[in-house]
């Protein structure tokens, strides 16, 4: 907001979605806010979500994956899915493909925040409602994986349509960091936004696309990550879970 922008805030709760509003706001006087709701764990509210966004925004410039939870239960959602990847991965894989059209118009950038945990994720197709050994632990590494994946298997699929990213963040002393992992953070707020705010604004990030990055540098995810297959694997079994029409594969 400081830097100019028109900064939709996404919430699922309106009070604290006001609140967040009015701390923008007096941080940034003369902030241009616009405010979204939905609940990401609802595929209903995803689509719901998206709709509203295309017909209020004939451009995106950046839309930013930022929201993401840590269960330590296992869970199922509405939609039958395992809590962590509902909202970590596919309410993002959903979103992003339901609001390609102001993306398209705007030469948008797309930017995934993942977690330097995806280091630690194993992903086993036959099984994403992750039914076998569950840990919280597992499941959100698990997630933060499937979106460096989803990154750069978006950004195949695009070509120079869109840009697509992801970026591990930094360990903030944020709410997920101090109930999922019991533990505080040692980069301050400020840090932990800057590569998201980096890819989403920066001029020479527009030459990126698939790339995955912490402290707004380029830098080489996991071997897993970089399976050009399993990205490939996972986003035609997003898209047969949510609905979603895939985007064809560039030929070769």
């Keep these: 907001a400081a830097r100019g922008a028109a900064v939709i805030l996404h919430g699922r709760d309106p009070e604290r979605l006001r609140a967040s509003v009015a701390a923008v706001a007096a941080a940034v006087p003369g902030a241009t806010l616009h405010t979204a709701l939905g609940d990401l764990s609802r595929l209903d509210e995803v689509r719901a979500l998206a709709a509203d966004l295309v017909a209020r925004f004939p451009r995106l410039d ?127 707020l400020a840090e932990g936004a800057a590569t998201s705010v980096f890819l989403a604004l920066d001029p020479s990030a527009a030459a990126h696309t698939g790339k995955y990055f912490v402290k707004c540098r380029v830098t080489t995810p996991s071997a897993r990550a970089r399976d050009g297959a399993l990205a490939a694997a996972l986003y035609d079994a997003s898209a047969a879970l949510t609905g979603i029409t895939p985007l064809p594969v560039p030929s070769a």
Excluded: W
């Design 62 to 188: 950046a839309l930013i994956h930022n929201a993401g939870i840590f269960a330590q239960a296992h869970a199922r959602t509405v939609d039958g899915f395992e809590s962590t990847l509902a909202v970590n991965h596919l309410a993002p894989f959903v979103l992003t493909h339901l609001t390609l059209g102001p993306l398209r118009a705007a030469r948008g950038r797309v930017v995934t925040v993942s977690s330097v945990a995806h280091q630690r994720g194993e992903l086993d197709l036959d099984d994403l409602a992750h039914t076998r050994g569950f840990s919280g632990y597992a499941a959100y590494a698990r997630s933060k994986l499937c979106n460096v994946l989803f990154a750069a298997e978006m950004a195949r699929r695009l070509g120079d349509a869109v840009t697509s990213n992801s970026l591990h963040p930094g360990v903030v002393s944020t709410k997920l960091l101090a109930t999922g992992f019991g533990m505080q953070g040692n980069d301050s």
